[in-house]
């Protein structure tokens, strides 16, 4: 049974381990269980409380009465009492037998371990109200005592956290995925809302039509309207942006390049191998000359 002695101090308003000052609220829970008998009354609970209420009242008092929380005199009592009650409580059978006999066990059947008229469950699957609450909150195994644990709970428990835990998993889960759909979403509504571009550097689909840019020559193609929907003025704009997409090509090939060339110089320095030395001095770094002498037209009053 979770036992009901207390390790706690005595009378005053200050925990004598710490010296902590208890609040009005931490002895107004005490009072709440001081005093009460009934597992259902210790509870705050109809008879008719399903195990989810119990549980909800188990998991507020228990959090309100935790010696580590609550420094008022009686809390380690009322903590234990109120584990005592919800460890029978949340047992079918020990709540039918508690239902049946109440506190007083005076049946023909009386199990070992009662002691007068308290009433208890098997003696020898006792769990301290720490391991209970650990059990509830943590998730922690109990500890084995006279060869024994209190599995009837640990089951119950065991099954109701791994429900919690599967449903925060998914709450979880869809929260971490929430902006990959968003994402997703985006890019679909994007894509329906959005033109296809004016031209393309490859002749595919609607892009047939070949053109070149009027300064470099820079080939690229069009649909079939394109004449129709864009002026000479605006052409030339478009080209000006061709060209510098261009350019900006050449110029992350040749940083590309360029460190390719530095890592299999690396390689060379670290292992002696001439063949990363061969590799690197043969590299064609015509993209970076061509970057270089690529020149894109001068802006005349912020046009082309």
């Known amino acids: 049974v979770v036992s009901t002695q207390s390790t706690g101090g005595g009378g005053g308003g200050t925990d004598p381990n710490n010296g902590k000052e208890a609040t009005p609220d931490m002895i107004a829970a005490v009072d ?9 009354t210790i509870l705050g609970c109809s008879k ?15 959090l309100a009465l935790h010696p580590d929380k609550n420094c008022a005199p009686g809390a380690n009592e009322a903590f234990k009492a109120v584990g005592n009650a919800y460890a029978v409580l949340s047992n079918s059978e020990k709540r039918a037998r508690y239902d049946k006999y109440g506190l007083e066990d005076d ?11 308290r009433y208890t469950y098997h003696g020898d699957d006792d769990i301290s109200p720490e391991e209970l609450f650990n059990m509830f909150f943590g998730g922690m195994q109990p500890t084995y005592r006279r060869g024994h644990v209190h599995r009837q709970f640990y089951n119950n428990y065991t099954r109701e956290q791994t429900t919690d835990a599967n449903d925060a998993n998914i709450i979880s889960s869809l929260l971490q995925m929430s902006p990959l759909l968003l994402l997703i979403l985006m ?14 550097y490859h002749r ?15 080939r690229y193609y069009v649909k079939g309207d394109f004449t129709e929907k864009y002026t000479n003025q605006k052409i030339l704009h478009l080209e000006f942006e ?3 997409d261009y350019k900006q090509d050449l110029q992350i090939k040749c940083i590309n390049n360029q460190r390719r060339k530095e890592q299999l110089m ?10 990363y030395r061969d590799y690197a001095e043969n590299m064609d770094l015509g993209s970076c000359k061509d970057y ?10 912020g046009r082309p």
Do not use: C, M
Not at 32 to 40: L, N, P, Q, R, S
Not at 49 to 58: G, S
Not at 187 to 194: A, D, E, Q
Not at 266 to 275: F, K, P
């Open 242 to 244: 061709i060209e510098k």
């Open 292 to 301: 270089t002498d690529f020149k894109l037209p001068q802006y005349l009053n």
């Open 204 to 218: 595919n689909g609607q892009y047939k039509e070949e053109r070149a840019t009027s300064w470099n020559s820079i």
């Open 107 to 117: 049946s023909p059947t009386t199990h070992r371990g009662h002691r007068g008229h």
């Open 266 to 275: 690396y390689q060379y320095r670290v292992t002696g191998n001439r063949r």
């Open 187 to 200: 890019s679909v509504l994007n894509s329906i809302f959005t033109e296809d571009p004016a031209w393309s």
């Open 32 to 40: 709440k269980v001081k005093g009460k008998k009934d597992y259902y």
């Open 48 to 62: 008719t409380a399903t195990d989810p209420e119990l549980k909800k009242a188990y998991r507020k008092l228990a």
